[in-house]
């Protein structure tokens, strides 16, 4: 998704890793830390941009992990990723 300047929209981002945490079956702790830590890479690409830019963020889920990827122009990206199974953290 790409997202405009909105903070609000960077709150829609972490309610999307949250969802896709969750139904992967990840604890309550690492489903809240996922939402967490999206929100916050979001925030932060959303302080950093110039005018008519936006930040990019993908939620993938893999048979083992979920990852998000937030970027914005000119910057390196941002890359969370959760495990699935017994060892999820």
């Known amino acids: 998704m790409l997202i405009d300047?909105?903070?609000?929209?960077?709150?829609?981002?972490?309610?999307v890793?949250?969802?896709?945490?969750?139904?992967?079956?990840?604890d309550n702790g690492a489903v809240s830390?996922?939402?967490?830590?999206?929100?916050?890479?979001?925030?932060?690409?959303l302080q950093q941009?110039?005018?008519?830019?936006?930040?990019?963020?993908?939620?993938t889920r893999?048979?083992?992990r979920i990852e998000v990827v937030v970027s914005r122009p000119g910057a390196e990206a941002s890359?969370?990723?959760k495990y699935l199974g017994a060892s999820a953290s």
């Open 62 to 64: 893999s048979a083992d």
């Open 49 to 59: 941009l110039m005018e008519n830019q936006r930040v990019a963020v993908t939620v």
């Open 33 to 45: 830390a996922l939402q967490t830590e999206t929100v916050a890479a979001c925030s932060k690409g």
């Open 17 to 26: 890793a949250r969802y896709l945490a969750d139904a992967a079956g990840l």
């Open 5 to 15: 300047p909105d903070v609000r929209l960077a709150a829609a981002a972490g309610g």
């Open 79 to 81: 890359r969370l990723t």
